[in-house]
């Protein structure tokens, strides 16, 4: 039997899109996604809904 190895689980520090801009849903999310796309397309704004393991919500994330 391969020696079990407990790796501590070290959540990641506070992560700034963590607490702001929080959806409960990957809908919401992506219509709020949708709306800023909208609204900066001229900077060309594209965002990439993400779940979140740290808070178990969904943030949206700058496509580069
Ligand atoms: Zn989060």
Not at 48 to 53: A, I, L, N
Not at 57 to 64: D, V
Request: proline share 5%; charged share 25%.
């Amino acid at each position: 039997m391969a020696r079990h190895k407990t790796k501590p689980f070290i959540p990641a520090p506070t992560r700034r899109s963590c607490g702001k801009n929080r959806y409960n849903s990957e809908r919401e999310a992506r219509e709020v996604a949708d709306q800023q796309e909208l609204l900066f397309a001229n900077q060309g704004l594209r965002l990439k809904v993400y779940h979140c393991s740290f808070c178990g919500g969904w943030h949206l994330t700058k496509q580069l």
